[in-house]
């Protein structure tokens, strides 16, 4: 839990979801909801729910993050956790690694 502990600032914690497909057909998926994504009425007009739930690993869920940096940043910083190095967007990693070795 605490590898995921910065995770968990966008993401909820895995679950279980059924999603009804137009055809009629149920589909059980286990994954994490992106909260900013699941949260935004645009988002969820034009692309749907489904679209704010990620089934793949923590590290894909840390490159969704990259989209939603700037919530992940504050939240980070609010709760004293460590941002994780694939969560910041490359412009940002490489000024601050630059920055750093002159």
Known sequence: KQSTADLLTVFSDRCTVKFCQTNGNVETSKGRWCNVCKDDKDFVA?????????????????????????????????????????????????????????
Not at 57 to 79: A, D
């Open 46 to 102: 034009k692309h749907g729910k489904c679209k704010a739930f990620h089934v793949r690993s923590n590290s894909s869920c840390r490159q969704h993050i990259r989209s939603h940096y700037e919530v992940y940043k504050s939240k980070c910083k609010e709760l004293g956790l460590k941002e994780n190095h694939h969560v910041i967007p490359l412009s940002c990693y490489l000024r601050v690694l630059y920055r750093t070795r002159v």
